[in-house]
């Protein structure tokens, strides 16, 4: 039998480093990824708040009052205005910007 000692040392710290720079690689990626995924996920549900406004303006006809909607720490802000044609209203949804997200505003006009 030979005597190693010290090589499985060196295998052990060529393992780490070798992970570590695929740590050092990958985890910049993964957080853009969240990041985009928690954007995605903002701009589904102003969409979707949107379309339920709209919705509900055309079933019912209740008066044109902006509000605001807060679910999972995220502010929307539901406004109505008048559209460039004439007569037509549009609802906007927005989201301001705060540390983690950009500002985003989705709109769609009341046909």
């Not at 910049?28 to 949107?50: F, T, Y």
Request: neutral net charge.
């Amino acid at each position: 039998m030979r005597n190693n000692k010290g090589f499985f040392l060196l295998e052990l710290l060529l393992s780490l480093s070798a992970l570590l720079m695929l740590s050092l690689f990958l985890l910049p990626l993964l957080m853009d990824l969240k990041g985009q995924s928690r954007q995605l996920a903002v701009e589904n549900k102003a969409r979707q708040l949107m379309y339920e406004e709209l919705q509900a303006k055309l079933i019912t006809s209740q008066t044109f009052t902006n509000y605001t909607f807060v679910e999972n720490g995220v502010e929307y802000k539901i406004i109505w205005k008048d559209s460039r044609a004439a007569g037509q209203k549009e609802v906007c949804v927005r989201v301001e910007r705060n540390s983690f997200l950009p500002q985003t505003e989705i709109c769609g006009a009341l046909e």
